[in-house]
C-alpha cells in the first residue's frame, strides 16, 4: 500500500512539474529565459547534473549546446561544446534515430565514439531525447548524471520524453511566429516602399500636369480665336480626363494599402450637393442632361462625416451617371431610412436615365479595372477603378453600394449611412465654386516658395490676375531670407525643395519668434497621398491644395486665411 501511495504521489508530482513547464512555455516572450526556466524546473525534480539543448547547424553537420542548466557543484559545458562535428561521434545520431533516444546507465556501455566526447564532462549515466519542430529533427536535449551511475524509472523516462516534445514544439512554434514577424516585416516595408512609389509618382506626374491645366486655363481665359478655342477645350478636357485616371489609380492604391483613415467634421448636406452639382454643372449643360438634388425634409441639416471621402463616393458615382446618360438626366435622392436614439440612418441614391447595365454585370462592375462592356472603354473612357473605389470606401463606412439597372432604362445605385447630427459652424468659410469677384485680395503680398520654373510661371500670372503682389523664393532657405527683410501676409509652400523642403521651413517660421511667426501658410503639393497632407498640417501648415491646382480653390483658401 505504501508503496503505491508513493508511485501515486510521484505521478502527480511528475503532472504538476509538466503543468509547470507548459505554463513556462505557452508564452514566446523572452524565449531564452523562458527555455532556461524550463530546464531549470525540470533539473531540479528529477535533481539531475545537466540539462542542456543542442541544436544543429543550418548545414546539419555540426552541432551547438545553446542552452543549459547546471546544478550546484557541476561544470557548465555550455561555451566548451560549439560547433560539434557529428563526424566525430556518427554513432549518436544513429542511435538517436533507431531507437528514440541516447539511453545509457553507465556510459562505458556506449560506442567508443560517444565516449570519446562525454567522459571528459564526467558523465556517469546519461539520457538525451530528439527533439524535432514541425516533423523535422533539429536537435536534441540531455540529462547528464555525474555524481553516481544512475538507473532512470520508466515514468521519470516517459516524463523527459514528454518534455522534450513540449521543448521541440515550443522552438517550432518560435520559428512560425518569427516567420510571421518577418514576412509582415516585409509587407510593411514593401508597402512602404508602395506609398513613397506612389508618392514620388503623384509629384513626378501632377507637376507637369499642373503646368498643362494651369496654362490651359489661362489661355482659355485670353479671349482665344474661335479656332483656338475648340483645340484648347479639347486640351483643358484631355488634362482632365488625364488627372481623374492618375487619381483614380493613386486612390485605389491607397486603399489597398490601408492608408485611408476616415475622418469626422460638421457637414451641411445642402452645401455638399450644390458644391458637387456646380462641378458637373458644364459637363451637364453641355450634354444637355438635368442634374438635380432632392433632399428629404427628415435628413439633418448637418450630418457628421468624413466629407471628403462622401464626396469622393458622391463625385464618382455621379461621374458614371452623367458619363453614361445622354438623354434625360441624373437625380440626387437623399432620404431619411430610420432615426435611432444617437444616429440617423440615411439613404442616398443616385438615379439616372442613362444606358443601364446588364444582370449578368452587376457584380462584376464593382471589381477593379473592370467595366461592364469592353466597349465602355472606347466610347466613354476611364480606368474602370471609379466603382472600385466608391465600394472600398463605403466598406470603410462599414457601408456597401446597392444596385438596380436595365439595359436602356437606366441605373440607380444607392447606399446608407449610419449618421449623427453635427452643428451649423457659425464661421463664415467662402466655398471655392461660389466666387465670382477676383479682386477682393488685391494689393495683398503673397511670398510663393517653389523650386519648379515652370510651376513659378502657373503661379504668377495667377495671382497677377487677381492683382496680388508676388515674390518668388527657390527654396526654404531663400525664403527665410525674404521673410526677414520683407513682409507678406501668406505664404505659399511647395513641399519638396532642394536645400530646405517646404515641411522644416514652415517649422522655423513657427519656432522662430518673429514678426512673421504666425503667417497662414498654404501647402501646394503635387503627391495627394494622405500622410503627406497630414504632415503639413502637423508642421504647421494652415491649408493644403494639391496640384495641379483648381484657380477657384486656390484663391477661396486664400482668401479665407486673409479675411478671416
Known amino acids: 500500500m505504501e508503496k503505491l501511495k508513493s508511485e501515486i504521489n510521484k505521478l502527480l508530482q511528475q503532472q504538476e512539474i509538466l503543468a509547470d513547464i507548459a505554463i513556462e512555455l505557452n508564452s514566446l516572450d523572452h524565449f531564452d529565459i523562458r527555455i532556461n526556466n524550463a530546464l531549470k524546473k525540470i533539473g531540479q525534480h528529477t535533481d539531475v547534473s545537466r540539462v542542456y539543448i543542442f541544436e544543429d547547424q543550418s548545414d546539419e553537420l555540426a552541432t551547438d549546446n545553446t542552452f543549459?542548466?547546471?546544478?550546484?557543484?557541476?561544470?557548465?559545458?555550455?561555451?566548451?561544446?560549439?560547433?560539434?562535428?557529428?563526424?566525430?561521434?556518427?554513432?549518436?545520431?544513429?542511435?538517436?534515430?533507431?531507437?528514440?533516444?541516447?539511453?545509457?546507465?553507465?556510459?562505458?556501455?556506449?560506442?567508443?565514439?560517444?565516449?570519446?566526447?562525454?567522459?571528459?564532462?564526467?558523465?556517469?549515466?546519461?539520457?538525451?531525447?530528439?527533439?524535432?519542430?514541425?516533423?523535422?529533427?533539429?536537435?536534441?536535449?540531455?540529462?547528464?548524471?555525474?555524481?553516481?551511475?544512475?538507473?532512470?524509472?520508466?515514468?521519470?523516462?516517459?516524463?523527459?520524453?514528454?518534455?522534450?516534445?513540449?521543448?521541440?514544439?515550443?522552438?517550432g512554434r518560435r520559428d512560425v511566429e518569427n516567420e510571421l514577424v518577418t514576412a509582415k516585416e516585409s509587407a510593411e516595408k514593401a508597402s512602404m516602399a508602395k506609398a513613397q512609389f506612389l508618392s514620388t509618382m503623384s509629384h513626378e506626374i501632377r507637376t507637369p500636369m499642373n503646368a498643362v491645366i494651369g496654362l490651359t486655363y489661362l489661355l482659355l481665359q485670353d479671349d482665344p480665336k474661335p479656332e483656338q478655342l475648340q483645340n484648347l477645350k479639347i486640351l483643358k478636357f484631355s488634362a482632365e480626363n488625364l488627372l481623374g485616371i492618375i487619381n483614380d489609380i493613386l486612390d485605389f492604391s491607397k486603399i489597398e494599402a490601408g492608408k485611408i483613415a476616415l475622418e469626422e467634421e460638421d457637414i451641411v448636406i445642402r452645401d455638399l450637393l450644390d458644391g458637387i452639382i456646380y462641378s458637373f454643372s458644364p459637363k451637364t449643360l453641355e450634354k444637355g442632361i438635368f442634374l438635380k438634388a432632392v433632399i428629404d425634409k427628415n435628413v439633418p441639416e448637418v450630418i457628421l462625416s468624413d466629407q471628403l471621402r462622401l464626396s469622393q463616393i458622391l463625385n464618382n458615382l455621379l461621374s458614371n451617371a452623367v458619363k453614361f446618360t445622354t438623354t434625360g438626366g441624373v437625380t440626387i435622392e437623399i432620404r431619411q431610412i430610420q432615426k435611432h436614439s444617437s444616429t440617423e440612418e440615411i439613404e442616398f441614391r443616385i438615379i439616372d436615365t442613362g444606358i443601364g447595365i446588364p444582370e449578368s454585370k452587376h457584380k462584376s462592375i464593382f471589381d477593379e479595372f473592370t467595366q461592364a462592356d469592353s466597349k465602355t472603354t472606347r466610347l466613354f473612357g476611364g480606368t474602370g477603378l471609379g466603382l472600385a473605389i466608391t465600394s472600398r470606401l463605403l466598406e470603410l463606412f462599414d457601408s456597401k453600394i446597392e444596385l438596380w439597372s436595365k439595359p436602356g432604362e437606366g441605373s440607380m445605385f444607392s447606399?446608407?449611412?449610419?449618421?449623427?447630427?453635427?452643428?451649423?459652424?457659425?464661421?463664415?468659410?467662402?466655398?471655392?465654386?461660389?466666387?465670382?469677384?477676383?479682386?477682393?485680395?488685391?494689393?495683398?503680398?503673397?511670398?510663393?516658395?517653389?523650386?519648379?520654373?515652370?510651376?513659378?510661371?502657373?503661379?504668377?500670372?495667377?495671382?497677377?490676375?487677381?492683382?496680388?503682389?508676388?515674390?518668388?523664393?527657390?527654396?526654404?532657405?531663400?525664403?527665410?531670407?525674404?521673410?526677414?527683410?520683407?513682409?507678406?501676409?501668406?505664404?505659399?509652400?511647395?513641399?519638396?525643395?532642394?536645400?530646405?523642403?517646404?515641411?522644416?521651413?514652415?517649422?522655423?517660421?513657427?519656432?522662430?519668434?518673429?514678426?512673421?511667426?504666425?503667417?497662414?501658410?498654404?501647402?501646394?503639393?503635387?503627391?495627394?497621398?494622405?500622410?503627406?497632407?497630414?504632415?503639413?498640417?502637423?508642421?504647421?501648415m494652415n491649408d493644403f491644395v494639391t496640384k495641379p491646382f483648381n484657380p477657384n480653390e486656390l484663391y477661396a483658401k486664400m482668401l479665407n486665411l486673409l479675411t478671416n
Open 68 to 171: 543549459e542548466w547546471c546544478n550546484t557543484g557541476i561544470e557548465p559545458q555550455l561555451d566548451q561544446l560549439k560547433d560539434i562535428p557529428y563526424e566525430i561521434i556518427p554513432n549518436w545520431k544513429k542511435i538517436l534515430f533507431k531507437k528514440g533516444r541516447v539511453y545509457s546507465e553507465n556510459i562505458s556501455e556506449l560506442p567508443q565514439d560517444i565516449r570519446n566526447v562525454l567522459e571528459p564532462q564526467e558523465i556517469k549515466s546519461i539520457v538525451v531525447y530528439p527533439l524535432h519542430k514541425n516533423g523535422v529533427f533539429f536537435g536534441f536535449i540531455g540529462f547528464d548524471e555525474c555524481v553516481h551511475i544512475r538507473k532512470w524509472s520508466r515514468s521519470e523516462l516517459e516524463l523527459l520524453r514528454t518534455i522534450s516534445a513540449v521543448i521541440g514544439n515550443t522552438f
Open 415 to 540: 447606399f446608407k449611412l449610419q449618421l449623427k447630427t453635427g452643428i451649423r459652424s457659425t464661421e463664415k468659410k467662402i466655398k471655392f465654386e461660389n466666387i465670382d469677384d477676383f479682386t477682393l485680395l488685391s494689393g495683398r503680398r503673397v511670398l510663393v516658395v517653389e523650386d519648379n520654373k515652370v510651376n513659378q510661371i502657373i503661379a504668377q500670372k495667377f495671382l497677377k490676375q487677381w492683382e496680388i503682389n508676388i515674390t518668388i523664393a527657390e527654396n526654404g532657405k531663400e525664403a527665410l531670407k525674404k521673410l526677414e527683410n520683407d513682409h507678406f501676409e501668406l505664404i505659399l509652400m511647395d513641399l519638396q525643395m532642394p536645400e530646405m523642403d517646404g515641411y522644416e521651413t514652415t517649422q522655423r517660421i513657427r519656432k522662430s519668434n518673429t514678426s512673421y511667426q504666425n503667417i497662414p501658410i498654404i501647402a501646394l503639393s503635387a503627391s495627394a497621398m494622405l500622410q503627406i497632407r497630414d504632415k503639413a498640417l502637423i508642421v504647421g
